[in-house]
T-cell receptor, first 112, second 115 residues
C-alpha cells in the first residue's frame, strides 16, 4: 500500500538550534511530496512541495526539504528554530490526482 | 482573495442527530476534497468532488455519510444519525485543476463534537 512514515511523533529543540523532522515514503511510483504545518486548532498551511524538479526544495519560514530517491526520504529541516515554529508537522504524499496521504504527524516543541 | 471557507467552525450534536458541514472553495477552484482528522491522528481522505460530480469516494464510510458539490453554492458533507465516533475535525481543501502535484489549499476545519 502507498504510505508515508514520519519517524518521530515528538521532537523537542531549543530555540536557535537546528530542526530535523524525518519522513519516508513508499516508492511504488514517482510521488509528489508536501510538508504541511498545523498550529493548534487551526487549519493546515503548506510549507513546501516537491514535484520532480529540484531535489532541494525551499519553503516558507526558512524551512527546506531534500528529496532523496535512493533513501525514499523527504526530511524537513530548518537551521535555527524559532518559538513560533512550535506546531504539528505533516509529511504528505500524492501518487495520483486526488487524495493526499498524510503521515501521522510530528509535534515540534521549541524551548527558550 | 479569500481562502477556503468552512462553517460552522464548531458543531455540537447529540447522538442520532444530523450534522451538515459546509465548504466554500477558493475563488476559481472547482475541485473539493474532504478529510477527517481523528484526535491525535493525521488527516484521512474521505471524498473528492467536482461541480455536480463525485470523483472518488473511496474514503467515505459506507453508511450515514454523503457529500455533494452542487452547481451553485458550497460543498456539503452530511453525516446522518451521528455517533460519538464521528467526533473529529473535518477539513475541506480545494484546488484549481485537480492535476498531479497540484497544491490543495485547506480551510480552517469544522470541529464536530457528538455528545
Amino acid at each position: 500500500a502507498q504510505s508515508v512514515t514520519q519517524l518521530d511523533s515528538h521532537v523537542s529543540v531549543s530555540e536557535g538550534t537546528p530542526v530535523l523532522l524525518r519522513c519516508n515514503y513508499s516508492s511504488s511510483y514517482s510521488p509528489s511530496l508536501f510538508w504541511y504545518v498545523q498550529h493548534p486548532n487551526k487549519g493546515l498551511q503548506l510549507l513546501l512541495k516537491y514535484t520532480s524538479a529540484a531535489t532541494l526544495v525551499k519553503g516558507i519560514n526558512g524551512f527546506e526539504a531534500e528529496f532523496k530517491k535512493s533513501e525514499t526520504s523527504f526530511h524537513l529541516t530548518k537551521p535555527s528554530a524559532h518559538m513560533s515554529d512550535a506546531a504539528e508537522y505533516f509529511c504528505v504524499v500524492s501518487y495520483n490526482t486526488d487524495k493526499l496521504i498524510f503521515g501521522t504527524g510530528t509535534r515540534l516543541q521549541v524551548f527558550p | 482573495n479569500a481562502g477556503v471557507m468552512q462553517n460552522p467552525r464548531h458543531l455540537v450534536r447529540r447522538r442520532g442527530q444530523e450534522a451538515r458541514l459546509r465548504c466554500s472553495p477558493m475563488k476559481g477552484h472547482s475541485h473539493v476534497y474532504w478529510y477527517r482528522q481523528l484526535p491525535e491522528e493525521g488527516l484521512k481522505f474521505m471524498v473528492y468532488l467536482q461541480k455536480e460530480n463525485i470523483i472518488d469516494e473511496s474514503g467515505m464510510p459506507k453508511e450515514r455519510f454523503s457529500a455533494e458539490f452542487p452547481k451553485e453554492g458550497p460543498s456539503i458533507l452530511r453525516i446522518q444519525q451521528v455517533v460519538r465516533g464521528d467526533s473529529a475535525a473535518y477539513f475541506c481543501a480545494s484546488s484549481p485543476q485537480g492535476v498531479l502535484g497540484e497544491t490543495q489549499y485547506f480551510g480552517p476545519g469544522t470541529r464536530l463534537l457528538v455528545l
